[in-house]
């Protein structure tokens, strides 16, 4: 290969709307001049094609030029965002996002959902998913916490791991496999002020044991790439950072796939960061920092990357190290044997009814009842007012990282759901936009001849800081923004009415991050958090309210009272009272807590035992305990492990997060949960990488109960 054919390879393009607009006959020119190796053509906010005949056609004609008109004839890798399903494309299936995905607690569901985003992504025509989302939710103001799987490194680490096995399936031979993306490396999700791609200032310890160990789960299911953030952490961006990029994760973490850049995380070097002069310079840094592909830095990257070969500024040796890992992909991947798609198959598999079903089963069990006085589950026979801005609004309910159009699109909203299982005369009166009142005197009215209002109150579509304006319909001054927790003014007048009225007022909170909703907590009689549930969202949450199905799902990150209370965590550090433990407000007051979910049946959990109450620092212990329903319907519950940590002379979280299960039941039936805990999930993260149980006591609780465990020094 020539350096102009191997920098070919570590280049990728874009085909639709981003800093400028490229058709497919622009790409094509990229891939013939310039043996450009990667593509987004679709999956992405701005590209080109979002339906599936259309996708296929572009991918098909592109893959065509790649082997028919290089010298080489090396297929294209095609690269795309399905982080909840494959929502970029009109017909396929979106399941909740990250959110709602956590508060499921079911590994093995979030794997089949993966597994299905895969098929749907690999036969229509792309190879590799920037996806899963690693990033550990510190910032609840961040418009970015809807992607993550929330506040808990151990949580965040299982389902992470869970989607790099969904999504690679058992090899990347297979056909329905794609590449999974751990995303973003090392540490995103605490930027200051909340602002998106801001820097986050974190200390060694933090790093190592709150942003890593999701990656480490990714890394140890054999993730085939990473994902640099774009923000920087002391001091350096990640893309530039040779001690992040080979140092930490190549040496001390031992990933071996290729690593990709963020979008325009290259060009952020010198247009935002300023640590390098121009773009030539940033390719420079990002190269001998141990980039491997560059996602949509095109031919200007390319001709920079060559001149600084020929200039010895970047060593050819570098150049093949990264060749070689992005060939081995795409000879992993079977594009060499085969690189095209069937469109008969991609209309038959993407958003088939099967895959469907399975969104539903995931939204089912991600609906997480806050709070009830029993007027759920609701009588099939009543009455029901549905209102508000997201009862009836397919791509708020699809959230962020999905198409910003419905057209196309076969949502199941709130509104279709409710109607679909009520007995009783359903009315729809919206009442107010996301910002805006619209007409709240018809729902009031409305509500006055109702048994029950429904109320769908929250966020709309938005990604990155709660745009873009033209496809949010918001702009940065307008709720949702990072300002605010707190309902806008026009849902808060909506919800005031309709409870004024005396008729029971049911709120579901259809958003990407926990609001402060203190007034509705105190007010009305139950609260259903919905997250942004997907393509049949609006499904399930109508079978959770009429009682269909039991909700499932438990919190995976605080609810706040307001954004003033923040930071809002569980797993927050212990320190003094200087003037006594009465004089200080508590350290973790939130409105719903991590792991706070309701049924609408009762369980009581017998004593509490463990296996081994002394055990190596490699060794396992499993806790144990009786889960008895003793309500009258089948119901889940999610048996969660805490430990708390007093070996060693650091520092260390009054509680995390080390184990859970979730069990179903019926009415009069127990069952003995088995949860395990090996020393690596009470460990922590030591500077070599490692994870290491320090030997001393440990404290495992279950609910009130606790049993304490000893790690023993290690033997000779």
């Not at 007010?523 to 609006?538: C, E, F, H, R, V």
Request: with cysteine.
């Amino acid at each position: 290969m020539t350096v102009e054919e191997k920098v070919g390879q570590l280049v990728g393009t874009w085909a639709g709307q981003l800093d400028g607009f490229k058709s497919v006959e622009d790409v094509e020119d990229e891939i013939v001049e310039s043996a450009v190796g990667a593509v987004a053509s679709f999956g992405w906010a701005g590209a080109l094609d979002s339906r599936i005949d259309d996708i296929v056609e572009t991918v098909n004609h592109l893959q065509e030029v790649a082997l028919s008109k290089t010298r080489l004839g090396i297929p294209l890798l095609f690269n795309v965002d399905a982080v909840h399903g494959h929502a970029y494309v009109a017909e396929g299936t979106a399941f909740p996002n990250g959110l709602g995905m956590a508060a499921t607690w079911d590994e093995d569901g979030v794997e089949r959902a993966a597994a299905v985003t895969a098929t749907e992504v690999r036969k229509s025509g792309a190879q590799q998913n920037y996806s899963p989302t690693c990033d550990v939710a510190r910032e609840p103001r961040w418009g970015r916490t809807f992607e993550t799987f929330g506040e808990s490194p151990f949580l965040c680490g299982r389902m992470a791991g869970a989607m790099v096995r969904g999504y690679q399936g058992d090899g990347l031979d297979d056909p329905n496999s794609v590449a999974a993306t751990a995303k973003h490396f090392p540490a995103y999700s605490e930027p200051a002020r909340g602002e998106d791609t801001a820097p986050v200032e974190v200390s060694s310890y933090l790093l190592r044991n709150v942003f890593l160990p999701s990656f480490l789960d990714a890394i140890d299911e054999g993730v085939a790439s990473v994902m640099p953030c774009y923000n920087a952490i002391d001091g350096k961006p990640a893309h530039a950072s040779r001690d992040y990029l080979t140092d930490l994760l190549r040496g001390k973490l031992g990933f071996d796939g290729t690593v990709v850049s963020d979008w325009n995380g290259v060009r952020m070097l010198h247009e935002d960061h300023h640590v390098a002069s121009d773009h030539r310079e940033s390719v420079r840094m990002t190269r001998n920092a141990g980039l491997d592909v560059a996602s949509v830095d095109a031919v200007a990257h390319a001709d920079h990357l060559v001149s600084l070969v020929e200039a010895g500024a970047v060593a050819e040796h570098a150049l093949d190290e990264s060749v070689r890992r992005v060939l081995d992909l795409k000879f992993r991947l079977g594009l060499f044997e085969d690189a095209f798609v069937d469109a008969n198959e991609a209309r038959d598999v993407v958003g088939a009814d099967a895959h469907r079903a399975d969104a539903l089963a995931t939204a089912r069990k991600s609906m997480t009842l806050l709070q009830n006085d029993d007027t759920l589950p609701l009588d099939p026979g009543a009455d029901v007012l549905v209102a508000g801005p997201n009862a009836d609004t397919p791509v708020h309910q699809l959230g962020g990282w999905s198409v910003p159009d419905e057209a196309g699109t076969d949502v199941i909203t709130i509104k279709d759901g409710i109607e679909s299982v009520c007995d009783g005369t359903v009315t729809y009166e919206r009442g107010a936009t996301v910002t805006d009142p619209d007409d709240i005197d018809a729902a009031v009215e409305a509500a006055k001849d109702a048994d029950v209002a429904v109320v769908a109150v929250g966020e709309n579509w938005y990604i990155h800081e709660f745009g873009p304006t033209a496809e949010s319909g918001t702009a940065p001054d307008e709720f949702p923004n990072r300002t605010t927790l707190e309902l806008p003014d026009a849902q808060r007048e909506l919800v005031t009415a309709l409870h004024e009225t005396g008729t029971p007022v049911v709120g579901v909170l259809v958003t990407g991050r926990p609001l402060a909703v203190e007034w509705m907590a105190a007010n009305l009689p139950s609260l259903l958090l919905a997250y942004y549930p997907g393509t049949m969202g609006g499904q399930a949450v109508a079978e959770t309210l009429f009682g269909a199905c039991d909700p499932g799902g438990r919190l995976p990150i605080s609810f706040p009272r307001s954004a003033s209370h923040l930071p809002t965590r569980f797993n927050h550090f212990p320190h003094p009272t200087p003037i006594g433990p009465d004089e200080h407000l508590p350290s973790y007051d939130p409105l719903f807590e991590f792991g706070h979910g309701l049924s609408y049946t009762e369980f009581e959990f017998g004593s509490m035992t463990v296996t081994n109450e002394r055990m190596s620092p490699h060794g396992t212990t499993t806790v144990e305990l009786p889960v008895e329903n003793v309500g009258d319907r089948r119901g889940s519950t999610v048996v969660q492990v805490y430990v708390t940590d007093q070996a060693g002379t650091r520092v260390t979280p009054v509680r995390e997060l080390c184990g859970f299960e979730r069990v179903s039941l019926d009415p009069g039936a127990t069952e003995t949960v088995s949860v395990p805990i090996d020393a690596a999930s009470i460990g922590r993260v030591d500077e070599t990488g490692r994870v290491l149980a320090i030997p001393g006591e440990y404290t495992l609780r279950v609910g009130e109960q606790a049993v304490t465990i000893t790690v023993e020094p290690k033997s000779d």
